[in-house]
């Protein structure tokens, strides 16, 4: 016996034994006569069916003869408590008909006046009017009516002398584990039911799972109300009660065991009956059966035609699809068959999806030479020509630089376009810096890594005879090769244009918190938005926090912001990730932070050029930056450095965007 039951048990000797006590147990009712069985309700084979599926109106109560005694006197406020289970089942003809349900009452008569043959479980004159007689009851209902503010079709409440419930939950069991598991009441399923009344704190407990089931340790509704006492008699007979109207729904009651005196002893679920819906049959004349075959054939033979049209038509759009265009043949890399990617992806799937984002979605797959690649499906602008789109992705195949993702080739179906790069093994640089990475990357790593991307943006901007502005430079589109080096990854956001050209994009393209100050106002990126967007990647490595935390102070909620209060403060190195203290040079990581700081200047013109960030990353001399900001820093000198950032703008009010 569990702690609850034998606490249960206790309660009841001390407190409000009855003077005669009611315990039963019935695992099947065939046979049985010593039942109250009222107006439509009946002993049907091993089980009571509720109601009548021949009548339109019907309703069934079924009550055991002896009332129990639940207070000592009329006027008491102590209730006597008891225990009760049962099995029931509710199957409907039609899924999607009204469902009615089946309650467990409690009542000092088996025949309330007044009540209704069609609806309110059988109990209930109507939904606004009390019942003037003490009645408690638990519903399992299988249908939803506004009306009494039912909280769902499927649902278990405690009905005080009304229909509509003082409390109500979904129908279901929590597991072992805490999860909720929803059972389905209408489903024919045989359902086991615990009832336990607490009268001595005027507490009901009601559970449900499924048999086969174990009962599960917490109850699926618990509610208490010291106005219960209210709603019970000195003496009362228990049962169930159900009713419908002109939708058949077989409500049947497999199983009960009561006592008034402890837990009620265990019902044996073996080898009970299961209730299955009925398949429905009708003779059919030969005419009939003839129609319908020739009917059957005829609708086949349209379908057939049909689909073999569509199929045709589908196939000759792909191989209009599929065709290479003359034009197509000016671009560079490599065109990959559309039949290719997808058995390389295994059809899209969702397990070999990489990640996504507001520009497409990314693909792992496996060539069938083995080599792995990255596909990626844009989203690219309906309205720019598909000509010039496949020029500039002719372009970027031809970018080459070991710390670039490299771009392999490329796949046109119809409108969809798909990019294939190398794959990255080792994920993104963000994965292994922020939160609680598995291995948590070290200084010289992360120092090789900047240096690694600035190369590689580097070659962007003055490496080629275009300019190509990146636009989304961020640790997540850092990614990392077989040997952890750095790569600059994601170009469909990329802008290709002439050197000195202005971009025509009128579009602001990028993340939040890596954005340049002036493209707030200025939709037109430029190498000093990207070389601001790195910046924050220097200090965002550096700090080994992002660069927006939310959940931080509103002073220390923004990256370049607080690195710049301790740069103003002329402890910058303070702001160092404190994981991989002592891995560092202090004086380079005081560097580090500095070029941030440089780079995330507010005014694009004071912001050292890609060309100078690689050079003081490497040690090597640069020349003089307009406004001696980089020169400054390069030397170490703070005084003129601070100097310049402090006159050039306030530092608290020009990085927010």
């Excluded at 065709?323 to 290719?340: D, G, K, N, Q, V």
Aim: net charge negative; aromatic share 10%.
């Amino acid at each position: 016996m569990g702690k609850l039951e034998f606490l249960f048990l206790l309660q009841l000797f001390l407190f409000v034994t009855p003077m005669f006590s009611l315990e039963f147990l019935f695992n099947s009712f065939t046979g049985i006569t010593n039942l109250t069985l009222i107006n439509d309700a009946r002993v049907d084979a091993s089980v009571i069916r509720m109601t009548n599926d021949s009548n339109q109106y019907s309703y069934g109560r079924g009550f055991y003869p002896t009332q129990i005694s639940m207070k000592p006197t009329s006027n008491s406020s102590t209730i006597s408590s008891f225990s009760t289970s049962f099995v029931f089942s509710i199957l409907p003809q039609i899924a999607t008909s009204p469902g009615f349900g089946l309650a467990f009452v409690l009542c000092n008569t088996t025949s309330p006046p007044g009540a209704l043959a069609s609806q309110y479980f059988g109990l209930f004159t109507n939904a606004t009017s009390p019942s003037q007689f003490p009645l408690l009851a638990v519903e399992f209902d299988t249908g939803q009516n506004p009306e009494f503010n039912d909280i769902n079709d499927n649902h278990i409440g405690i009905d005080f002398n009304n229909v509509e419930s003082k409390n109500a939950t979904p129908a279901g069991y929590f597991n072992s584990s805490g999860g909720f598991v929803s059972v389905r009441m209408r489903s024919g399923e045989n359902i086991r039911a615990w009832i336990e009344f607490d009268g001595m704190n005027s507490e009901i407990n009601v559970t449900v799972a499924p048999i086969g089931v174990s009962r599960p340790l917490r109850p699926t509704l618990s509610y208490r109300d010291p106005a219960m006492a209210n709603y019970v008699s000195s003496d009362m007979y228990v049962g169930f009660s159900a009713s419908k109207t002109n939708w058949i729904e077989a409500q049947r009651v497999l199983a009960w065991s009561f006592s008034d005196s402890g837990v009620a002893r265990e019902i044996n679920t073996t080898n009970f009956p299961v209730f299955k819906p009925e398949s429905s049959s009708s003779s059919l004349s030969s005419a009939a059966v003839a129609g319908i075959a020739i009917g059957c054939v005829v609708f086949v033979l349209m379908c057939a035609s049909g689909f073999y049209l569509w199929w045709r038509n589908n196939k000759m759009k792909e191989e209009e699809e599929d065709e290479i265009e003359e034009w197509e043949l000016e671009y560079w890399p490599h065109r990959f068959s559309y039949e290719e990617l997808n058995m390389a992806t295994g059809n899209f799937g969702k397990e070999k999806l990489l990640g996504s984002g507001g520009f497409g979605r990314v693909y792992k797959g496996t060539l069938s030479n083995k080599t792995q690649i990255a596909v990626k499906c844009v989203n690219h602008d309906s309205k720019q020509g598909l000509r010039e789109f496949m020029a500039e992705i002719s372009s970027m195949g031809r970018l080459q630089h070991k710390n670039l993702v490299q771009l392999r080739g490329w796949c046109r179906k119809g409108n969809e376009l798909m990019l294939v790069y190398d794959f990255m093994p080792n994920g993104s640089l963000n994965k292994w810096v922020f939160d609680q990475p598995e291995k948590l990357m070290g200084w010289e790593q992360r120092r090789r890594i900047l240096v690694d991307v600035a190369e590689g943006l580097n070659y962007l901007h003055h490496g080629w005879d275009q300019v190509v502005i990146h636009r989304d430079i961020k640790s997540s589109n850092i990614l990392l090769d077989s040997d952890m080096r750095g790569r600059l990854g994601d170009f469909g956001l990329a802008k290709l244009y002439q050197h000195g050209e202005v971009p025509n994009t009128t579009r602001v393209v990028g993340t939040l918190g890596y954005l340049a100050p002036e493209l707030a106002t200025v939709a037109s990126p430029t190498s000093a938005s990207d070389v601001y967007s790195f910046g924050v990647v220097l200090l965002e490595v550096a700090c080994g926090r992002r660069p927006i935390e939310t959940s931080l102070p509103e002073e220390e909620m923004v990256l370049v912001d607080w690195v710049r209060d301790f740069y103003a403060k002329g402890c910058a190195v303070e702001a160092a990730d404190s994981r991989i203290k002592g891995e560092y040079d202090v004086g380079d990581m005081e560097m580090v932070l500095k070029l941030g700081l440089a780079c995330c200047h507010p005014d694009p013109l004071r912001r050292p050029t890609i060309k100078e960030v690689v050079a003081l990353l490497l040690g090597e001399e640069v020349a003089e930056h307009p406004g001696k900001v980089l020169s400054d820093l390069a030397r170490g000198e703070d005084e003129g450095g601070a100097g310049e950032f402090d006159e050039a703008a306030p530092l608290q009010t020009t990085t927010r965007v």
